[in-house]
């Protein structure tokens, strides 16, 4: 009898491990879980970091503004834009070709770099902020962009904006 007491006592301390393995594993499931939902949501929240800009320009002498705030940036953060110049809108495309200048209206906070159609080469120094004789053909959807990278020196002041312009 003394050894069957002690083949129960091995099985229930046996299932007492067996019970903390499991609820272990459990456990592990549930943080690898918790991790990758904060992993994806981690993930969305960079990808908001970059931001796409239309501008269709379907006349001469015409001009279009947009502001974009940096308030938000902090000292040495950086945010990209994609600036889409076309010559388009729906299904209405230019008749005639059209050629027009990107200006930008940087603050002191801030450095401005902007590069057209994946190129490396950046368009803009501190003293000249206007990228002149661009051209959109007419008859044929034709559309330029441009990749426009903001990085804050120091940190920007409440309600900063950078202004950018296209007039054709």
Excluded at 69 to 87: F, P, Q, R, W
Excluded at 143 to 161: C, F, H, L, S, W
């Amino acid at each position: 009898m003394g050894k069957e007491k002690t083949k129960k006592n091995v099985k229930k301390e046996m299932s007492k491990q067996d019970k903390t393995l499991i609820a272990t594993f459990i456990g592990l499931i549930v943080l690898v879980a918790v991790l990758g939902i904060v992993a994806l949501n981690l993930d969305n929240i960079h990808k908001d970091d970059n931001q796409d800009l239309v501008i269709p320009v379907l006349e001469a002498n015409s001009e279009s503004e947009l502001s974009v705030e940096v308030a938000d940036l902090e000292e040495g953060a950086t945010k990209e834009y994609i600036l889409v110049v076309s010559n388009y809108k729906d299904k209405q495309v230019l008749e005639k070709s059209i050629t027009y200048d990107v200006d930008i209206t940087p603050t002191e906070s801030v450095e401005v770099k902007v590069y057209k159609n994946n190129s490396s080469d950046n368009l803009i120094t501190e003293d000249d902020l206007l990228i002149e004789n661009n051209k959109l053909k007419a008859k044929a959807k034709m559309e330029d962009t441009y990749k426009i990278v903001i990085k804050a020196k120091q940190q920007p002041k409440k309600q900063e904006k950078i202004n950018i312009k296209i007039h054709s």
